[in-house]
């Protein structure tokens, strides 16, 4: 499966995008059309690196870029299929989008809000993927 969507995480009101056997090329021109904010993001040399470098060799990644005080969110995984492989691939990377989130507004030991988080995220994901 080859695939970028933008799930929006309800719980921060902020979208991240997912994107689903693709290259940094395909990220790279999927933000030309469609986001202004990524696309500015993507002309900074060293932003665009990182995407190409993550991939090599990974079954997936999280990254987060921020712009003026805004925080962008990548979630790339090499390939998806709902098989248990996979789901603990993008599990693990709902643990890296939890922290990455979290961290950015200053969360700390809130055990039950980062379980609710971790559930509702990865459930919602999955529901997309599922879809296609």
Request: aromatic fraction near 12%.
């Amino acid at each position: 499966m080859k695939k970028i969507i933008v799930y929006t995480n309800e719980i921060f009101d902020g979208d991240v995008l997912v994107c689903v056997g693709v290259t940094a090329e395909q990220i790279k021109k999927w933000a030309d059309k469609n986001s202004k904010n990524l696309k500015e993001i993507f002309k900074i040399k060293n932003n665009f690196d990182i995407i190409k470098e993550n991939i090599i060799g990974n079954n997936g990644f999280v990254v987060v870029f921020v712009k003026n005080g805004i925080s962008f969110y990548l979630l790339w995984l090499k390939d998806y299929k709902n098989s248990w492989k996979e789901i603990d691939t993008l599990n693990h990377e709902v643990v890296h989008l939890r922290q990455a989130m979290f961290e950015s507004k200053k969360i700390i030991n809130e055990r039950e809000f980062e379980a609710y988080f971790q559930e509702s995220t990865l459930r919602g994901i999955r529901k997309k993927l599922i879809k296609l």
